[in-house]
């Protein structure tokens, strides 16, 4: 027996000599030796082998001549029979072999053998390579990504990227459902797309094709569908119309919407309706995906089996989405027990992470992380719901390819880290550096919040506690980490590297300097205060109250949404930090010195005032004089006496009141009201202009405005404006 050591490695992200392999592979043996190879010979002929993927791997290299026999083949093959027992029994699984002389990679599938390809890929990427064996195979049928969001859609070129990005780390589904997209909902659902759209959509397909991604084309009628002959007949004649275009995969939405459109009955009879006439017809047509109205579990309503009717009705193969126990939440195991028990099969998860269109003023750059490992045999499938930024969005999209894959060996943190790498080799270590001061969301509606600067944190509290220590044992290290943001967002800024990325988080980089130089003078004037020098903490002074002027000019200027206007970044430890510090060292300087420098510190005096649990949470903005409540994107259940509204610091006059819930009988149904007490209250008149509700007269003696549903209804809004401008 040959003088081997056979080392079995179930490491997250396998990493032999430098080599990653990601998503990480179920099992890798390797002998513990390595070749070197230069020259490959291809001794098959397959659909693999005129392709550039295959002609890239199996490029010349340079050193010693080493020649490697190369068979890229499928289980059927001649040259896979010695290795029959080695191939995984499963759809897209692979099994991969190098041996001194010779490279064998053979697939299950034509999907499996192209992951194969992938792997190999991924070691040959270094000079040396491993001897040994790879036995792989993905745990959940379904893993990707649904284009889902609201906000500015991706553009074609971008998604034209994001497929080749799934196909690369092992993705096999793009559900394109853009929320903005007229000819995927209302108003133009039931009309074909137009010549350059419908070429696009083509485009797509053939390069979702060419990456062995499923492209899902997405339709959501439930806005205005009837229940009728008619509609029922437009939908098929949509899918025939996308069937023609090469689409082989749909999905049907009934998310977000009111009205005889969430009828699950109904919705159910279509969906059949759709199985038998077209899927069933088609043959080569994926099984039907659906998502449902009740998507969460929090807006679900047991004493009208929304869920039960569709998982009594539906036909069994026709996926049923889920988001978990809220719209945004990650899945555990109870989750999966308890939604599979209602719909009487597998849930295909729609993970709303890292989704930011109810915080579009954060870039989340953080891990993918949360969701229990216990889950593979409870899921049909697993996609993320990603943010406007699609570049940006690759960093959790890398983490939830590995997830999915493997989850038992899923490493959160090394994931990450290898996105990171990949995203930007030559500026990965300021591209790490900006991630981790912006990963979390702020305080939002969903109350979905993320980890953020885990490392510095304990620094920072450390230092915190010891302000009043004379040689603070964490001030190099506050100062040192504060220099590092302004490095790598100098960085970030000139380099000419992956510019997709740079252009996405450019207002996001500027403001992230400023953060850094700002920590910089306040540690100054920390410093100058234990030194006596008072001219010096003066100065710096100044500095903080010209880059706290720069910081509010960037939140002002860049990324004007009507929803989360502005920039920010590093919230949850630098700012606080910042703010303690700061607040701290003018306290004392003005103790010590008797001047009265003013403290300016970024937050909003004002509160929101609601008893709706759903919007209990809902962020308060506020630009200039204007202030206003954020739009929520789902509809907002109204029950008799329920009301929105805001408190204000103190008392004051309004120019202008705004609302909009979406339709005016929403309005009319209740009345705007304000009060200086919260204890009586006025109604305030205004006019109509569509859904919007304005009233331009000057009100004085304000301290609450509020909106109060007075009817005896219980009936469904759209949170798209609540606004009030002060005098």
């Known amino acids: 027996m040959k003088n081997l050591f056979l080392i079995l490695l179930f490491a997250v992200s396998i990493n032999v000599k430098g080599q990653t392999i990601s998503p990480t592979p179920q099992q890798f043996i390797t002998e513990g030796h390595f070749v070197t190879p230069t020259h490959f010979e291809l001794k098959t002929k397959n659909i693999f082998s005129q392709t550039s993927l295959l002609k890239e791997i199996l490029s010349e290299r340079k050193g010693k001549k080493h020649v490697m026999n190369v068979y890229i ?38 999907r499996g053998t192209y992951y194969g390809l992938r792997t190999l890929e ?31 859609p991706w553009s074609h070129e971008k998604r034209i990227r994001q497929i080749e990005f799934y196909g690369k780390h092992k993705l096999n589904t793009y559900i394109y459902g853009p929320k903005d997209d007229p000819y995927h909902s209302s108003p133009n659902w039931r009309l074909p797309y137009p010549e350059k759209e419908a070429l696009q959509i083509k485009e797509l397909v053939q390069k979702s094709n060419e990456n062995y991604v499923d492209f899902v084309w997405a339709i959501h009628p439930g806005k205005d569908i009837r229940w009728n002959e008619e509609d029922r007949q437009n939908l098929l004649k949509k899918f025939e119309k996308m069937y023609a275009l090469g689409v082989r995969a749909f999905a049907v939405f009934f998310d977000d919407i009111s009205g005889e459109g969430t009828n699950p009955q109904k919705q159910a009879e279509l969906l059949n309706f759709l199985h038998n006439e077209f899927v069933a017809q088609k043959k080569d047509v994926n099984p039907l995906i659906m998502c449902p109205t009740e998507y969460n579990k929090a807006w679900s309503n047991p004493e009208k089996r929304y869920l039960e009717t569709l998982g009594e009705t539906l036909h069994p193969s026709i996926e049923i989405m889920w988001t978990g126990n809220t719209v945004v939440a990650d899945i555990d195991k109870p989750t999966m027990q ?24 954060y870039m989340l750059l953080g891990p993918a992380y949360g969701n229990t490992s216990d889950i593979k045999n409870d899921m049909s499938g697993f996609v993320s719901n990603p943010m406007e930024h699609p570049e940006a969005s690759k960093i959790a999209i890398y983490g939830v390819a590995d997830y999915t894959w493997n989850l038992e060996k899923y490493n959160s943190d090394t994931a990450w880290k290898n996105a990171i790498a990949e995203m930007m080799p030559e500026n990965k270590e300021a591209l790490l550096t900006f991630a981790k001061h912006n990963s979390d969301l702020g305080a939002n509606g969903h109350r979905y919040r993320r980890e953020e600067s885990v490392e510095f944190k304990p620094i920072a509290e450390n230092f915190l506690k010891n302000l009043e220590v004379l040689y603070n044992p964490e001030a190099k290290s506050v100062s040192e980490e504060f220099k590092k943001m302004i490095w790598a967002s100098e960085q970030l800024l000139k380099t000419s590297e992956n510019k997709y990325l740079t252009e996405e988080l450019h207002p996001w980089l500027l403001q992230f300097q400023l953060v850094g130089k700002t920590g910089v003078s306040v540690m100054k004037m920390y410093n100058s ?47 606080p930090l910042l703010n303690q510090l700061l607040k701290y060292n003018i306290t004392k300087f003005n103790a010590e010195t008797g001047e009265n420098l003013k403290l300016s510190l970024n937050f909003n005096p004002n509160t929101l005032i609601t008893n709706i649990k759903q919007l209990e949470n809902q962020p308060l903005g506020q630009k200039g004089n204007v202030l206003r409540i954020s739009p929520a994107l789902e509809y907002i259940s109204l029950k008799a006496n329920d009301f ?16 909009d819930f979406g339709e005016e009988t929403r309005i009319s149904k209740g009345k705007i009201q304000i009060s200086a007490d919260g204890n009586q209250w006025k109604s305030v008149n205004g006019t109509f202009k569509k859904s ?20 005896k209804q219980t009936y469904d809004i759209q949170l798209k404006q609540f606004e009030v401008t002060e005098e």
């Open 73 to 110: 083949t499928d289980k059927n093959s001649k040259s896979a029979k010695k290795f029959a027992s080695k191939i995984p029994n499963k759809k897209e699984g692979y099994y991969l072999r190098i041996e001194k002389n010779n490279i064998y990679v053979i697939g299950s599938d034509s």
């Open 122 to 152: 991924q070691l040959l990427s270094k000079p040396e390579l491993p001897l040994g064996e790879i036995i792989d195979y993905p745990d959940l049928p379904n893993r990707g990504v649904v284009e889902g969001f609201y906000g500015t």
């Open 338 to 361: 308890w939604i599979n028990a209602k719909i009487k099969r597998k849930a295909y998860i729609w993970w709303n992470f890292p989704v930011s269109d109810y915080v579009r003023n």
């Open 529 to 575: 205060l234990k030194n006596k020098d008072y001219q010096q903490f003066k100065s710096a002074y100044t500095n903080v109250q010209n880059l706290q002027k720069q910081m509010f000019e960037t939140d002002q200027n860049y990324n004007q949404n009507p929803y989360q206007p502005g920039v920010k970044t590093a919230t949850l430890v630098i700012e």
């Open 644 to 659: 929105l509204g805001i408190e204000f610091e103190k008392i004051v006059t309004l120019k202008s009141i705004i609302i």
């Open 692 to 711: 919007r509700w304005e009233s331009s007269q000057t009100l004085e003696n304000v301290k609450f405005v509020r909106f109060i549903n007075d009817s």
